[in-house]
């Protein structure tokens, strides 16, 4: 396994996109050759997470096959998500999810909004531009079908700045409210997108908490 020092925004691009991702010693390699070297050498397996655990629940290629298929790992995440791009099926990460941009600042910090956004889009995702959409599709599309909800919140810490309405909090609860198959409805801080990523799979939201009391509430019905 080959761990990148750092995520970047072109790393997680390519990775969505199943490009392979190479280290510096690919490039040594190809002078030293004076061709293009393709060997598994110099892949970068997986990209890093902000949650450690996801870093060290596997060490070795032999202990990732070992391991229960539903394991949230970091671990081999990149060639996960070129696998599942190039099946015949093609199966993107966030295939089915609309993404909520909850919070004032996203309005502010453009560049960041704008690179989520890509995020999402282009690993096959939506992105819900209000609250009151938001909570008509919580109400109206989530029974029986696959579409599942994120509540991307930001950094703030008050209620009356985190962007979800007392009618939308109402919609997920009563969601939780009625028999589910699935978790409908996420709400995290925008940390999970990233590890998601990462571990090339819709992961818990258990290590994920907004900082805001509302958003708090929800995380709980979803973590």
Same mark, same amino acid.
């Given at each position: 396994? &080959?761990?990148?020092?750092?995520?970047?925004?072109?790393?997680?691009?390519?990775?969505?996109? !199943?490009?392979?991702?190479? @280290?510096?010693?690919?490039?040594?390699?190809?002078?030293?050759?004076?061709?293009?070297?393709?060997?598994?050498?110099?892949?970068?397996?997986?990209? +890093? &997470?902000?949650?450690?655990?996801?870093?060290? @629940?596997? &060490?070795?290629?032999?202990?990732?096959?070992?391991?229960?298929?539903?394991?949230?790992?970091?671990?081999? !995440?990149? +060639?996960?998500?070129?696998?599942?791009?190039?099946?015949?099926?093609e199966v993107l990460l966030f295939q089915n999810v609309c993404f909520f941009l909850a919070g004032s600042t996203w309005k502010r910090e453009t560049t960041r909004s704008k690179d989520v956004q890509l995020l999402v889009k282009e690993g096959g995702g939506s992105v819900i531009t209000s609250a009151a959409q938001a909570t008509k599709i919580v109400k109206d599309e989530l029974k029986d079908s696959e579409t599942r909800v994120v509540i991307l919140c930001d950094e703030s810490d008050k209620d009356s700045m985190c962007g979800i309405t007392k009618v939308l909090a109402k919609a997920v609860r009563d969601v939780y409210n009625r028999p589910i198959d699935q978790i409908p409805v996420l709400t995290v801080n925008s940390i999970w997108l990233f590890d998601s990523i990462s571990c090339s799979k819709i992961i818990s939201a258990e290590e994920y908490s907004p900082k805001n009391p509302i958003g708090i509430s929800l995380w709980h019905l979803g973590k």
């Open positions: 396994e &080959t761990v990148a020092k750092l995520r970047t925004m072109k790393a997680m691009r390519a990775a969505l996109a !199943g490009i392979p991702i190479v @280290n510096t010693t690919w490039c040594d390699a190809c002078i030293a050759s004076k061709e293009i070297v393709l060997k598994s050498d110099h892949l970068v397996t997986s990209l +890093p &997470t902000k949650i450690p655990l996801f870093m060290k @629940n596997v &060490t070795d290629l032999k202990s990732f096959y070992d391991k229960p298929r539903d394991l949230s790992t970091a671990a081999f !995440g990149v +060639p996960s998500l070129a696998t599942c791009r190039r099946s015949v099926h």
